[in-house]
């Protein structure tokens, strides 16, 4: 099937003059945004400098992608030149001028009137540049040049492969997220961390201000205020009048509005508490706001069929999750990506709890070492560089700095519960130190070191994928951490005329039909995965969300079109293994 003709709902209704217009983020807002989503003018060079001028590209979506215009897979020896004349609107600038991109995969050079005034590195994570100094007028230019090997080095690049077939995707490149322009005071709020101190019905600020000025902090719920405080100290607590907790049943989120002289900021937080406690048999559960809690969801690869990682609208996104809590989920594992920040907001508000994963890279894409091995119990020490694809230094690097800024983008997001550094060996290394940084920088969560296999004895989480195997946990293994099993189902049903390859299958179990997908579903979860409950299990998470590429193990498809299993079937399923859950308390 054409592309053009698997198209989701919101791409086909595209308007090229407001693509993604949301504020893009929701915990620092400002009322100065412009949005710079739209066409820009895209040129391609390759090493011998020569020039294939392509017309227009509609950002943010990637050359590769349905929805970009452009149909153009970008070679590691190429290069993208992406262009814009930008016109401020009146009064506009108030001070500085602050330019941001979401997302640019991987490598990205930024020009303002053709001075050079930042390179970034990485695919996944943003970045934002003060370019005061570089605009004297209202008009001026923007070029960006942008290098994408993919997974030809041992860069990030989670599913995506020049090779791509069965559970590896098409690759990406260039900007794939929203890029904007906001003014701010010279005097302003450059950027904020909130920890919610539940125990202590407290909230703390952490603030990096361009000054020690006042800053008056105003917390409220639902319109009334609940604490409030003027500081000129960088980080303080406020002790809030009334207790309401965040959870998928009552997403309630406190509103924030911070005044730092003439910067004014919007901001939201949630209360919430996330444990690994033991139950009363001595197990350990995964615990929210001091009571065990069952997690049951699925894998959630952000993938569609028009725009590949960029999702083709706000609706889309809102979409994917309210439909998954209909189903009965209360948990989306992030699978190596890091999406948009509008995401992690509707997750927030619509009350969903996100396992975040970290994006893999490193050389070695042979995983079936591992895969056996991990069958067999046995777990290599992941300080072998070279077996886990990471001899490089430069690499090892590379992801530790792009973990920071990871760690740092979503630090505020109330809906993440755990961290995933790394999934299946893919470029695992040195976890245990991994683990203890990650744990030095947000204490306030959770940590599966090792999704799946290659597990080196730490982390909060025994974090199993099984597929093939007969599903099995252990009291011994619950009296250490907490029992999950990761992945698991990927059942495939084909939907004609909703498919990616009308000639390639890809699913650990296939049928033909929807209610032989159904009963399926009902024999694992109620007789495979419920037995193993009261063994200390306290996280499932199936596989997937939606179809992608040659894999149609989605619940729905790749387009978004068809829902393959009966809603309420699914639902029924889930509080199933919700109420065996209840008889462990």
């Not at 090997?149 to 590896?168: L, W």
């Not at 976890?431 to 909060?460: E, F, N």
């Not at 299990?537 to 939606?546: A, E, H, W």
Request: with cysteine; hydrophobic share 35%; net charge neutral.
């Amino acid at each position: 099937m054409s592309m053009e003709d698997l198209r989701t709902k919101w791409g086909r209704n595209i308007k090229p003059d407001n693509v993604l217009p949301e504020y893009p983020r929701p915990q620092l807002v400002r009322d100065s945004y412009l949005n710079l989503n739209g066409y820009w003018d895209l040129a391609i060079t390759d090493d011998t400098n020569n020039t294939v001028f392509v017309g227009k590209i509609l950002v943010p979506f990637s050359p590769e992608s349905v929805l970009s215009g452009v149909n153009h897979v970008t070679k590691p020896n190429e290069t993208l030149h992406y262009r814009r004349r930008v016109s401020l609107p009146t009064d506009f600038h108030r001070g500085k001028l602050l330019l941001h991109f979401g997302a640019v995969d991987q490598i990205a050079e930024v020009y303002i009137n053709e001075q050079h005034v930042f390179t970034h590195i990485g695919g996944f994570t943003p970045f934002s540049i003060d370019i005061t100094e570089k605009v004297q007028d209202e008009y001026f230019d923007i070029l960006v040049k942008v290098k994408d090997v993919s997974d030809t080095s041992y860069h990030s690049v989670g599913k995506q492969r020049f090779n791509r077939g069965g559970i590896f995707y098409s690759v990406q490149s260039g900007i794939w997220q929203t890029v904007w322009l906001e003014s701010v005071p010279m005097n302003y709020i450059k950027n904020l961390f909130i920890t919610p101190l539940y125990d202590e019905e407290s909230v703390k600020f952490t603030l990096d201000k361009t000054s020690d000025d006042e800053v008056h902090v105003e917390v409220s719920f639902k319109g009334v205020k609940q604490g409030e405080i003027i500081t000129k100290e960088s980080e303080f607590i406020i002790k809030l009048s009334n207790l309401y907790p965040w959870s998928p049943e009552k997403p309630n989120l406190y509103d924030v509005k911070i005044t730092y002289d003439e910067d004014v900021i919007q901001s939201y937080f949630g209360m919430r508490i996330f444990e690994r406690k033991q139950d009363k048999d001595g197990l350990y559960r995964f615990y929210l706001n001091h009571k065990p809690y069952l997690l049951t969801g699925v894998l959630d690869q952000g993938y569609y069929s028009d725009g590949l990682l960029t999702p083709p609208s706000d609706k889309a996104m809102i979409e994917d999750i309210n439909l998954m809590k209909k189903m009965g989920f209360n948990l989306l594992r992030k699978h190596i990506k890091i999406e948009p920040l509008r995401w992690y907001y509707h997750c927030d508000r619509l009350g969903m709890i996100v396992f975040q994963d970290m994006i893999n890279g490193g050389g070695r894409k042979d995983i079936i070492l591992h895969s056996v091995l991990a069958q067999l119990g046995i777990h290599l020490s992941d300080r072998l560089y070279s077996l886990f694809g990471r001899k490089n230094k430069e690499g090892r690097k590379q992801y530790e700095t792009e973990l920071t800024e990871m760690l740092n983008h979503l630090y505020n997001s109330p809906c993440i519960a755990t961290w995933v550094p790394f999934n299946e060996a893919w470029g695992q290394f040195d976890s245990k130190r991994i683990s203890a940084y990650i744990k030095s920088v947000d204490a306030t969560r959770l940590i599966d070191h090792a999704s799946g296999w290659s597990d080196q004895g730490c982390g909060d989480y025994h974090s199993r994928h099984i597929y093939f195997t007969p599903i099995r946990f252990y009291k011994c293994k619950g009296r250490k951490r907490i029992n999950a099993l990761t992945e698991l189902g990927g059942y495939s049903l084909a939907v004609e005329n909703h498919r990616f390859n009308k000639d390639k299958i890809f699913g650990y179990r296939v049928y033909k039909t929807k209610i032989d997908l159904e009963k399926a579903l009902e024999v694992l979860y109620l007789k495979k995965v419920l037995p193993q409950i009261k063994r200390g299990l306290s996280v499932i998470i199936y596989t997937q969300l939606s179809d992608v590429e040659d894999e149609v193990n989605g619940l729905i498809t790749y387009d978004r079109e068809v829902i393959k299993v009966d809603i309420e079937k699914i639902k029924h399923l889930n509080n199933q293994l919700k109420l065996e859950f209840l008889k462990i308390e």
